[in-house]
């Protein structure tokens, strides 16, 4: 079984992960996952934080010679912040200071405090702050390593920024992700992207921030990754809690989406097609590349909604957690627009899923047995 644990605060020491269930034998290149982590810093409308992390990972366990061993892999991302907050984070003891008692509506603030019984909010924002995002997208990164020798890619872009949307773009899927980086939005309509800047822009300017939408396309995916049997064992299922599991995001479709409850049964389905080269296929894929919670070598094609950033340069209405009287929320460092970032946690998550199921069918100790089963299972189709 493939699974991953992962700890660390926004201004702690470092973030760490433990990954178990991976194959022996699995390449590992660090500097493919540095190159995944720098793609989460960029971004029009990212923080002054971007510009002090250049994060970088490190393998503590796992793995010898530039490949995994089969037993746990253990990575490590420093916090560079970490020396600015080093009396307030101390896992010992903390210097007498500042105690946050103004939580932030929208964030996990209020609910964490009550749940856990907390009476400084800091105890809360610190794990719930999407700075774990980072080892996740190092973990993905780990899944794309293995996909990638089955010709499995996940890519991603961004189709909205505040009310503005970009128009349906034709680009290679292969090269999607490519051209995306090369926008400071990651979107591929230019006018588009011009205007999302500019809602940016505006938006810093009036002390707020902005949310979006983003799509991430899985390509190569084989017949039959996930299950109809049970409700927990679809893929689809599993893909949506990856993603609405990210910080901020609220909504989750495949495929043709809501949009496609619009239309009749007649429109909406993709008729099945044989081709002796391909074997089976589709006139269209609006069910995003997954039926009956199983892939069916569609491409899956999954959007997340992300709200706006709940901290607010102006910040909004809140109440004092110790007096209950009335008080702005907190003002923390932050980003006004994260959607760009959260399309590259996304892609990491959905690599992360996807090898999961993966390995729950064609699973083995080492990658090359993998393959072999991998490549059997292709023989009978």
């Known amino acids: 079984m493939?699974?991953?644990?992962?700890?660390?605060?926004?201004?702690?020491?470092?973030?760490?992960?433990?990954?178990?269930?991976?194959?022996?034998?699995?390449p590992l290149d660090l500097a493919q996952i540095d190159g995944e982590l720098a793609r989460r810093q960029r971004?029009?409308?990212?923080?002054?934080?971007?510009?002090?992390?250049?994060?970088?990972?490190?393998?503590?366990?796992?793995?010898?010679?530039?490949?995994?061993?089969g037993s746990p892999l253990a990575l490590l991302i420093e916090n560079r912040d970490?020396?600015?907050?080093?009396?307030?984070?101390?896992?010992?003891?903390?210097?007498?200071?500042?105690?946050?008692?103004?939580?932030?509506p929208g964030h996990?603030?209020?609910?964490?405090?009550?749940?856990?019984?907390?009476?400084?909010?800091?105890?809360?924002?610190?794990?719930?702050?999407?700075?774990?995002?980072?080892?996740?997208?190092?973990?993905?990164?780990?899944?794309?390593?293995?996909?990638?020798?089955?010709?499995?890619?996940?890519?991603?872009?961004?189709?909205?920024?505040?009310?503005?949307?970009?128009?349906?773009?034709?680009?290679?899927?292969?090269?999607?992700?490519?051209?995306?980086?090369?926008s400071p939005v990651r979107c591929l309509d230019p006018e588009a992207e011009r205007a999302m800047v500019a809602a940016i822009k505006a938006a810093q300017k009036e002390g707020d921030s902005l949310g979006g939408v983003f799509e991430v396309i899985a390509l190569g995916v084989p017949w039959g990754l996930g299950s109809h049997v049970h409700w927990?064992?679809?893929l689809d299922g599993r893909l949506a809690q990856a993603i609405v599991s990210i910080q901020g995001v609220k909504g989750v479709e495949f495929g043709a989406g809501f949009a496609g409850c619009q239309l009749p049964g007649s429109s909406f389905h993709d008729e099945i097609v044989y081709d002796p080269k391909r074997g089976y296929?589709?006139?269209?894929?609006?069910?995003?590349?997954i039926q009956g919670g199983m892939s069916t070598t569609a491409p899956i094609v999954i959007r997340g909604a992300m709200k706006p950033i709940p901290t607010l340069a102006k910040p909004l209405q809140s109440v004092d957690i110790k007096t209950k009287e009335p008080t702005p929320a907190s003002v923390q460092?932050?980003?006004?627009?994260?959607?760009?970032?959260?399309?590259?946690?996304?892609?990491?998550?959905?690599?992360?899923?996807?090898?999961?199921?993966f390995l729950e069918k064609f699973g083995g100790d080492s990658l090359a047995e993998i393959k072999d089963n991998y490549n059997q299972y292709l023989k009978n189709l």
């Open 232 to 234: 927990d064992r679809k």
């Open 82 to 104: 970490w020396t600015n907050w080093e009396k307030v984070m101390d896992p010992v003891s903390v210097s007498a200071g500042e105690v946050l008692t103004n939580p932030r």
């Open 333 to 357: 460092r932050t980003d006004s627009c994260a959607v760009p970032a959260a399309s590259i946690v996304a892609e990491a998550a959905v690599a992360w899923e996807l090898a999961v199921a």
């Open 43 to 69: 971004g029009y409308g990212r923080g002054p934080r971007m510009e002090l992390e250049r994060d970088r990972v490190q393998v503590l366990a796992g793995l010898r010679d530039g490949k995994t061993l």
């Open 2 to 26: 493939l699974r991953y644990l992962s700890a660390g605060e926004s201004h702690g020491r470092c973030l760490t992960a433990i990954i178990e269930g991976l194959p022996a034998g699995l």
């Open 281 to 289: 296929t589709f006139t269209s894929n609006n069910a995003g590349g």
């Open 108 to 182: 996990a603030d209020l609910p964490g405090v009550i749940k856990y019984r907390q009476q400084d909010v800091r105890n809360i924002l610190e794990r719930a702050s999407a700075r774990e995002t980072a080892m996740r997208v190092a973990v993905g990164a780990v899944a794309k390593a293995l996909l990638a020798h089955f010709q499995v890619q996940v890519v991603s872009h961004v189709v909205a920024i505040g009310d503005v949307t970009a128009a349906a773009v034709m680009a290679p899927h292969g090269d999607l992700s490519l051209l995306a980086d090369e």
